[in-house]
């Protein structure tokens, strides 16, 4: 599978390739570290991020996550980060996670790159509904969700702990699909 979009593409995370995605979690892991703590938790090293990988690969196989990556093309290391987890077939819905490498932040990539992310994930899976857990003081997904559709189904007030163990408010996104 492969998403063109011009400047970039989307694909299925490599598994085969586990060094590309310790690359851009070790480039991000700071600002990583609160939201995306279970990837960066199973990623510590290289060899824990083969290891998650091949975990990633048994997973996909059962439709239970779905991790994509960003590139640019002709280029072989990742700029960004598409996830499909808490996959409910039988509603159909799952949520959507997201990021992009800091050093390609601000550019739009992520917010352009999902509309043609969630139409493949629609045609694919005949998801009813798709999900965006955000930090509510995250502007920038915040602002990524609003841009793709995606209304604010409400706050649940200290719903997560971070890596810092500070308790915070998450903002659930949704949008719906006939």
């Known amino acids: 599978m492969k998403i063109d979009l011009g400047n ?8 085969a390739k586990p060094e590309l995605f310790y ?11 609160d939201f995306f703590a279970g990837t960066v938790r199973k990623t510590r090293s290289l060899e824990e991020t083969m290891a998650y990988c091949q975990t990633i690969a048994k997973l996909r196989k059962e439709k239970a996550y779905l991790p994509y990556t960003v590139s640019k093309p002709g280029k072989t290391d990742y700029i ?8 409910d077939l039988t ?28 139409q493949y994930l629609i045609s694919t899976y005949r998801f009813k509904k798709l999900l965006c857990r955000v930090g509510s003081e ?7 969700a609003l841009n793709n559709g995606f209304t604010l189904e409400g706050t649940i007030r200290r719903d997560y ?8 408010d998450l903002n659930y996104y949704g949008r719906i699909f006939d």
Do not use: H
């Open 23 to 33: 690359a851009l979690i070790e480039k991000n892991r700071p600002r990583l570290e």
């Open 161 to 168: 702990i971070t890596t810092r163990n500070q308790l915070v």
């Open 91 to 118: 509603i159909p819905k799952a949520e959507l996670g997201y990021f992009i490498d800091a050093g390609f932040e601000g550019q739009g990539i992520i917010s352009k790159a999902l509309e043609p992310f969630i």
């Open 8 to 15: 970039y593409y989307i694909s299925e995370l490599d598994t």
């Open 138 to 144: 995250n502007q920038g997904s915040i602002k990524v």
């Open 80 to 87: 960004g980060f598409l996830d499909v987890k808490n996959i």
